[in-house]
């Protein structure tokens, strides 16, 4: 018997939308934090942080405020997916633990997350969407 795959409360399209605004800043960057206290061969790479001056920020931040709540919970649950948090059969369990942790901090939470675009590409893929779809 075949499973059937678990519904989405959030469009593919407006992950893909996510996906492409993530893209037009560069949150992969890393910035070098030397430690004063550190020697400096043990600097870390830390991921640099969007600017909430950037236009396409502004516009993502607004874009994900404006989701419902199981849309954000959704979009959360996909950025685990994704990043290997748990796998498709798992989604409830992602899901849930996505909606207990559900906060106004939402888009500020995901546009933290430096391979934001990435995870959400897997995750959407494990539903079995690609965004070259829409």
Sequence with gaps: MVEARPELAISPE??????????????????IDLD??????????????????????K???GFINALTEDEQVDLVALTWLGRGDGALDEWDALRQEASRAHNARTA??????????DHLVEGLAAFGCACDDF
Excluded at 14 to 31: G, H, N, T, Y
Excluded at 39 to 50: G, I, R
């Design 36 to 57: 004063d206290s550190s020697d400096d061969a043990h600097s870390s790479l830390v991921p640099a942080m969007p600017h909430d001056s950037d236009p396409a920020v």
């Design 14 to 31: 407006k992950v893909c939308f996510i996906i492409v605004k993530a893209r037009e800043f560069d949150v992969q960057d890393l910035e």
């Design 108 to 117: 500020q939470y995901l546009l933290a997350k430096p391979f934001l675009p």
């Design 59 to 61: 516009e993502l931040r």
